[in-house]
C-alpha cells in the first residue's frame, strides 16, 4: 500500500449519471473504508481537528473504523455532529479537515470526509440508535428555520434536556439540504430524511409551514408561546438578479427557483404536479456551488449547459471536486464571460444572451483579482434559457417583524462571533443569517455554539 | 393536515372551503394570501385569503378549477384535509395601516372580476367593521357565474353587478360600468381597488388612469415558495422589480407592466394543458422528442 495515495472510492459512470438523479459517488465499502483508515498517522496535535467547524475528534473515529469497530466511531462523531451523512457528502473538506492533513504535505491527505460518509452510512444501514439525552429541564427554546444551523442547535440543545420546536416555513425540513442540494449529491429519502429523523428522535418538534415574520412573530414566541430563548437560523434564501435589461424574459429563472422546483418539488419525478422548463440550451450564470448543482441539474433534464463566469476558472468559488465532475459530465465552461443584456423573442421568451468577454486586473481588497471587460468584445451566446447563479441574501422578513434585532447593510443579522447572542435578549442567530451565504458546516458550528451559549444564558437565568 | 370543515359550490366550477388552520386564521389581515398543497406530490398552489375565523380557526379560501391542480382539489370533500396550507403571505392591504378617520372620508370603490370576487369580499367587510361603506362593482361572464352577492350586498355601499351577456344587472364590461358611474352617474371616487384577472386589471388601471383615480390591483403571478426565495413571482413596478410575494401582491395599478406580467403568468401554459389531458385521457399525448411542446408551459393560480 502507498500511505500517500487515497483508496479509490466508486463513482457512477459519467454517461450514465448524466442521465439519472441517483447519488454520484456510491463510497467506501468496509474494506475499503479499513484501508483508507489505516493511513491515518493519528497525530498527537491534530491538525484535522482544528480545521472542523464542529470540532469532530476525527484521529479517533478513524482509529476506530481501522478497527471495524463503526459503532464506536459513529458515538464518536455524534459528540459532535448530528448530520455526519450531510457534512461526509458536502462540506468542502480540502479546505477545512482534510486542507491541513499532514499526508497532504507529501501526498493525498485522508479522506476524512468520505470516512465520515461511510461510518454515518453504516450506522444508517444497521439502525444504530445514538440519541441519548439528558433530562428534561422544563425550559422551551424555539428554533427558526430547519437548515443545518437550526438542525444543529436544536439537536444539541435536545440532548441537553431543552425542549426544543423548530419553526419551518416550508412544508419539509431541511433547508438547503432539501430545496438547494440535488439528489445526485445529496439523497433526500435515504440520508437527509433520516438524519433529520435521527434530530426528532432527541425529542425535537418540527412544526413546518409556519413563516416566523408572518404566520407569527417572534415576540409572540416569547409572550404567547412560553419560549425562553430563540434561535434564528433562517438562512439566506433571497437571490440575487443582475438588474441587466431583459432579465424578467420567459426563461429566465433564479437558481433557487430551478432548484427548488426540481428538489424540493421533485419536478424531476413522473407523477408529482410541478412544472419545470429546461430548454435545449441553457446558460447558468455564476461560479458557485449552486451553479454547479444548478447546471449540472439541467444537463440531467436534457439541456446542453454552459456555466457562464465573469473571472477565470481559477477563481470559480466552486468546489474542485464539484467543478470535476461538472466536466466529466459533460458542462461546458464560459469563462472570462459576463451577460450585459437578455434577448427575447417576439413571445417574451429568451432567444439569446448578449454577453461581453473580460480580463483579469490587479488583485481587489479581498485578494482576488478584479474582472475587467475587454472593449468592444459583445458577442451573442445562442441560449433559451438562463438561471441566475449570483449568490442570496438573508430574507428581511424576520429582522424585519423583530423589534430592536440589530442588521448590518447586507441585511445580515448582527449576531457575536462565539456565542450568536443578538442585540435582542435571548435572541440568538447563527448560520447565512447572519454570514451571508456560506458552507453547512460553517452553519453547524454556528448552531453549535449558540446551543452552547444559550444553555449557558438559561442556566444563569435559573440561578439568579 | 389541515382539515376541510365546509365545502360549498358556489357556481359552475367556483369552490368555497373553510379550512382549519388555526395559526393562519390568527394572523391572516385583507390582501394576504396563503398556499395549500393537496398531498406529497401535489405543487404549491397560491390562493388569496377570502375570510378567516380566529375563534373558530379557519380560514376560508375560494378557487375556480383551471388546472389540473384545482380539479384535483375540487374532488376533496368535508374532513378531507390539504397535506400543506401555509400563511398569511404577502403584505396586507395598505388600508389596514392606514387612520380610520382619513380612510372614512375616503370614497372608495371596489372591482371584482370573476373568482376575484372571494378575495375582495374580507377587504369590504373589513371596511364595514369599520364603519365605512365602499362601492363595488362586481363583473362575470353570466348571472350563473355570479359569486357571493347576498355576502358583499351585506357589507358594501352600492353594489353593481355587471355581466358580459347581459343576464344580470349592467350589460357589459367592468370598465364599460365603472366609466358610466363616473361619467353618467356622477359618482366620485378616491380610490379604486380592482381584483380579478391580470387583463381585467390591465383595462380598469388604464381606465382609472384617464380618469385620475389612484388604483390598487392585487397580482396573481405564478409562485413556488410564496417567502421571497425563487423570485419566480417578480413582476416590474415603475421600472422596478418587485417579488409579489413578498413586497405585494398589491401594488399601484397605474404602475405595474401588466404585459410583461400576463406574458409570465403564460409561461408554464402547454405544460399545464398537457397535465389536464394526461389525467383525463391516459398517457397517449406524451410524445418525447417531438420538440413542439418545448416553448410554453403552466403555472399555479
Known amino acids: 500500500m502507498d500511505r500517500f495515495k487515497r483508496t479509490p472510492i466508486t463513482e457512477q459512470d459519467p454517461k450514465v449519471r448524466v442521465t439519472n438523479f441517483d447519488e454520484v459517488c456510491l463510497g467506501y465499502s468496509e474494506e475499503e473504508a479499513k484501508q483508507e483508515a489505516a493511513r491515518c498517522l493519528n497525530c498527537k496535535k491534530p491538525l484535522c481537528v482544528t480545521q472542523c467547524p464542529v470540532t469532530i475528534n476525527i484521529p479517533s473515529f478513524i482509529q476506530y473504523v481501522k478497527e471495524g469497530e463503526f459503532e464506536k466511531a459513529a458515538r464518536i462523531i455524534a459528540q459532535s455532529s448530528a448530520l455526519p451523512a450531510v457534512c461526509g457528502r458536502v462540506c468542502p473538506q480540502e479546505i477545512q479537515c482534510e486542507g491541513k492533513c499532514v499526508l497532504g504535505v507529501k501526498g493525498e491527505a485522508v479522506a476524512i470526509g468520505k470516512l465520515e460518509r461511510f461510518v454515518a452510512d453504516w450506522t444508517r444501514e444497521h439502525n444504530i440508535d445514538l440519541s441519548e439525552t439528558m433530562e428534561k429541564n422544563g425550559k422551551k427554546v424555539a428554533v427558526i428555520g430547519s437548515g443545518p444551523a437550526g438542525l444543529t442547535c436544536a439537536g444539541d440543545l435536545a440532548k441537553l434536556g431543552y425542549e426544543v420546536t423548530i419553526f419551518e416555513a416550508l412544508h419539509e425540513p431541511g433547508g438547503v439540504l432539501v430545496y438547494g442540494i440535488p439528489e445526485f449529491r445529496l439523497p433526500k429519502e435515504t440520508v437527509v430524511k433520516h438524519e433529520i429523523e435521527n434530530v426528532k428522535k432527541l425529542g425535537v418538534k418540527i412544526e413546518t409551514n409556519v413563516i416566523v415574520g408572518r404566520t407569527i412573530t417572534v415576540d409572540q414566541l416569547f409572550e404567547e408561546e412560553g419560549f425562553d430563548a430563540v434561535f434564528i437560523g433562517s438562512g439566506a434564501g433571497l437571490p440575487k438578479f443582475m438588474g441587466i435589461p431583459g432579465e424578467n424574459s420567459n426563461g429566465v429563472q433564479s437558481a433557487n427557483e430551478f432548484l427548488t422546483r426540481n428538489n424540493l418539488m421533485k419536478a424531476f419525478k413522473e407523477g408529482y404536479s410541478t412544472p419545470i422548463r429546461v430548454g435545449k440550451k441553457v446558460a447558468v450564470v455564476g461560479g458557485g456551488n449552486v451553479a454547479m448543482d444548478a447546471a449540472r441539474t439541467a444537463a440531467r433534464l436534457g439541456a446542453e449547459v454552459h456555466v457562464v463566469y465573469r473571472r477565470s476558472e481559477a477563481e470559480l468559488p466552486a468546489r474542485m471536486e464539484e467543478v470535476h465532475h461538472a466536466k466529466e459530465e459533460g458542462i461546458i465552461f464560459d469563462v472570462l464571460t459576463n451577460p450585459i443584456e437578455i434577448l427575447a423573442d417576439e413571445n417574451g421568451w429568451v432567444k439569446g444572451m448578449k454577453c461581453i468577454r473580460m480580463m483579469l486586473g490587479e488583485p481587489d481588497a479581498s485578494g482576488r483579482r478584479k474582472p475587467i471587460e475587454i472593449p468592444d468584445s459583445e458577442f451573442i451566446m445562442d441560449v433559451d434559457t438562463v438561471i441566475m447563479s449570483l449568490g442570496t441574501s438573508p430574507n428581511p422578513l424576520i429582522s424585519s417583524t423583530t423589534k430592536g434585532l440589530q442588521t448590518n447593510k447586507h441585511r445580515c443579522i448582527v449576531a457575536q462571533e462565539e456565542t450568536g447572542a443578538t442585540s435582542r435578549e435571548g435572541v440568538y442567530a447563527g448560520g447565512d443569517a447572519v454570514t451571508g451565504a456560506a458552507t453547512v458546516i460553517l452553519a453547524m458550528g454556528a448552531g453549535k455554539k449558540a446551543a452552547k451559549a444559550i444553555d449557558e444564558y438559561l442556566s444563569n437565568k435559573i440561578n439568579n | 393536515m389541515y382539515k376541510i370543515v365546509k365545502k360549498r359550490l358556489l357556481a359552475p366550477q367556483i369552490y368555497l372551503m373553510d379550512v382549519l388552520a388555526p395559526r393562519v386564521a390568527r394572523s391572516a389581515n385583507p390582501g394576504q394570501f396563503l398556499i395549500v398543497k393537496i398531498d406529497e406530490k401535489g405543487e404549491r398552489i397560491p390562493l388569496t385569503i377570502c375570510d378567516y375565523d380566529r375563534e373558530r380557526?379557519?380560514?376560508?379560501?375560494?378557487?375556480?378549477?383551471?388546472?389540473?391542480?384545482?380539479?384535483?382539489?375540487?374532488?376533496?370533500?368535508?374532513?378531507?384535509?390539504?397535506?400543506?396550507?401555509?400563511?398569511?403571505?404577502?403584505?396586507?392591504?395598505?388600508?389596514?395601516?392606514e387612520d380610520i378617520e382619513e380612510l372614512k372620508v375616503k370614497r372608495i370603490l371596489f372591482v371584482a372580476g370573476g373568482v376575484g370576487?372571494?378575495?375582495?369580499?374580507?377587504?369590504?367587510?373589513?371596511l364595514h367593521e369599520k364603519g365605512i361603506a365602499a362601492d363595488v362593482i362586481i363583473g362575470t361572464k353570466t348571472k350563473e357565474t355570479l359569486i357571493m352577492e347576498e355576502e358583499m350586498k351585506a357589507v358594501a355601499g352600492n353594489l353593481y353587478i355587471a355581466t358580459d351577456d347581459g343576464s344580470y344587472g349592467y350589460k357589459g364590461l367592468v370598465t364599460n360600468l365603472l366609466k358610466d358611474l363616473v361619467e353618467e352617474k356622477d359618482k366620485r371616487y378616491d380610490l379604486v381597488v380592482a381584483i380579478g384577472p391580470m387583463i381585467m386589471m390591465k383595462f380598469v388601471a388604464a381606465l382609472t388612469k384617464d380618469l385620475g383615480i389612484p388604483t390598487i390591483v392585487s397580482l396573481n403571478p405564478i409562485m413556488v415558495d410564496g417567502t421571497g426565495m425563487c423570485g419566480a413571482c417578480r413582476v416590474t413596478v415603475g421600472n422596478e422589480v418587485k417579488f409579489a410575494c413578498v413586497d405585494g401582491p398589491e401594488f399601484d395599478g397605474h404602475l405595474v407592466n401588466f404585459d410583461e406580467a400576463m406574458r409570465r403568468q403564460a409561461m408554464y401554459k402547454t405544460e399545464e394543458g398537457r397535465k389536464i389531458l394526461k389525467a383525463e385521457e391516459g398517457d397517449t399525448h406524451h410524445r418525447k422528442g417531438c420538440g413542439c411542446h418545448e416553448n410554453n408551459e403552466g403555472g399555479a393560480r
Open chain 2, 57 to 97: 380557526g379557519t380560514v376560508t379560501i375560494v378557487f375556480q378549477t383551471l388546472g389540473s391542480s384545482t380539479q384535483q382539489m375540487a374532488k376533496l370533500e368535508e374532513g378531507d384535509a390539504f397535506a400543506d396550507f401555509v400563511g398569511p403571505l404577502g403584505q396586507p392591504s395598505e388600508m389596514v395601516h
Open chain 2, 117 to 126: 370576487t372571494a378575495p375582495v369580499y374580507p377587504q369590504v367587510k373589513w
